[in-house]
């Protein structure tokens, strides 16, 4: 019985950005321009795990991999103490 649904498995990464509401309401400016450019180099470093950001709404981030050793490779790779922000 084909009934037209492509079925596949993946692995979602999904995180967002601790004391957003505190952030903003200290620096918006600051805030929004620092959580872009933390995208930016996200959706690179997700790329080179063969992964791709699905949704980036807001002060979240959704990304998919084909593999959860990839997603758990990135995440890895994400948790560096250089993109902690305090």
């Known amino acids: 019985m084909d009934s037209g649904i492509e079925r596949r498995l993946t692995n979602i990464f999904s995180a967002d950005v601790y004391g957003y509401s505190r952030l903003m309401g200290f620096d918006e400016a600051g805030t929004l321009a620092l959580l872009n ?8 470093l997700f790329a080179q795990h063969r992964g791709r950001v699905v949704s980036a709404a807001g002060d979240s981030v959704l990304a998919e991999f084909s ?11 994400l948790h560096l103490p250089a993109l902690a922000v305090c």
């Open 67 to 77: 593999s959860p050793v990839l997603a758990v490779q990135a995440a890895r790779d």
């Open 37 to 44: 450019e933390y995208k930016s180099v996200m959706a690179g």
